[in-house]
């Protein structure tokens, strides 16, 4: 495994166990009860399977590249220059925390400062 990748096997088995352990902590619980349990674990694992996902793309890294390997500014398409590596907290559709650390990129044209989709 890479630097901050998990093993998704492993993650799945852990969430199985977690799920199992509260299943028998809660023998009583409705199929609701149940199901939102099962849906709060799946949206966990689904953030950490996202945030890998996210910063696993080359537009997490790119300074040094070459300009056509840079994003594009959206205003101007010059390629633009890394600002740095800046920390970016999203939220995902299930309410999870992610914190993205990425390039953040400047338009050497018009001054843009923002960070590159993908």
Same mark, same amino acid.
């Given at each position: ?5 998990? =093993? ?5 088995? @852990?969430?199985?166990? +977690?799920? !199992? @352990? ?5 023998? !009583?619980?409705?199929? +609701? @009860?149940? &199901? +939102?349990?099962? =849906? &709060? ?13 996210? $910063? =696993?793309?080359?537009?997490? =890294?790119? !300074?040094?590249?070459?300009?056509? @390997?840079?994003?594009?500014?959206? $205003?101007?398409? +010059? ?9 970016? #907290? $999203?939220?995902? &559709?299930?309410? #999870?925390?992610? &914190? ?7 338009? %050497? ?6 960070? %590159? %989709?993908?």
């Amino acid at each position: 495994m890479g630097e901050g990748k998990r =093993d998704w096997q492993a993650l799945f088995a @852990e969430t199985e166990e +977690t799920m !199992r @352990e509260w299943r028998k902590a809660h023998p !009583r619980a409705t199929f +609701t @009860e149940i &199901e +939102t349990s099962l =849906d &709060e674990e799946i949206a966990r694992v689904r953030a950490q399977m996202l945030e890998e996902l996210a $910063l =696993d793309s080359s537009s997490a =890294d790119w !300074r040094g590249k070459e300009a056509s @390997e840079r994003p594009k500014c959206p $205003l101007c398409g +010059t390629a633009v220059q890394a600002n740095g590596e800046h920390k970016r #907290q $999203l939220v995902t &559709e299930h309410e #999870q925390n992610i &914190e993205l650390r990425r390039s953040h990129g400047r338009c %050497p044209e018009g001054g843009a400062s923002f960070f %590159p %989709p993908g």
